[in-house]
């Protein structure tokens, strides 16, 4: 919720239109892939994430553009680059789940509003529940975080965590340069 209501006010306050529908069903849906039931073997934690929210919209009989809007939010919610090049409910979701989990841009938000949102639904142990969640998945589907953030945090905190770099995939290239 509150990475949707983070993107709300900055949405609002910078007088973007967007589908607020399709908004709120993805940003409540964007970490459906940390849920252990929802977990492949394989996949980043991104697209089992848009996948099992695929299921469930199409369960509903929502319409597949529709589907579409709320799979490329999911899945590229942790990719601002990509993004907010989209349209605005994938970067909604993007900047507001940014916004929730590092404070990107927190000063844009008015403080009567941020204190009313984290008031209503307080972080209560968020970023130690956040880095036991990213270190369960670095130790359970560790070539999931190729190339992906979460790598970093394996590298940090598990000993001999076996994911390599981007460094050592480029070094490791089978070319003769």
């Not at 369960?59 to 590229?76: C, G, H, K, Q, S």
């Amino acid at each position: 919720m509150r990475s949707y209501l983070f993107g709300c006010a900055l949405f609002d306050r910078r007088g973007v239109s967007y589908d607020r529908e399709l908004a709120f069903v993805a940003a409540v849906l964007h970490d459906l892939g940390l849920v252990e039931a929802h977990r492949t073997p394989a996949e980043r934690f991104e697209v089992d994430g848009a996948d099992a929210a695929r299921r469930f919209l199409v369960e509903r009989r929502v319409p597949a553009e529709r589907v579409d809007v709320v799979w490329d939010a999911i899945a590229l919610h942790t990719n601002t680059g990509i993004a907010t090049r989209k349209r605005p409910e994938i970067a909604m979701v993007s900047l507001g789940s940014g916004l929730d989990f590092s404070g990107n841009d927190l000063q844009q938000i008015p403080s009567g509003t941020r204190e009313e949102i984290l008031a209503a639904f307080p972080r209560k142990g968020f970023k130690q529940d956040a880095l036991s969640t990213i270190l369960s998945l670095c130790r359970t589907k560790p070539l999931s975080t190729l190339m992906h953030p979460f790598a970093e945090v394996g590298r940090r905190h598990i000993p001999g965590f076996p994911v390599p770099t981007v460094e050592d995939l480029l070094l490791g290239a089978p070319f003769a340069d």
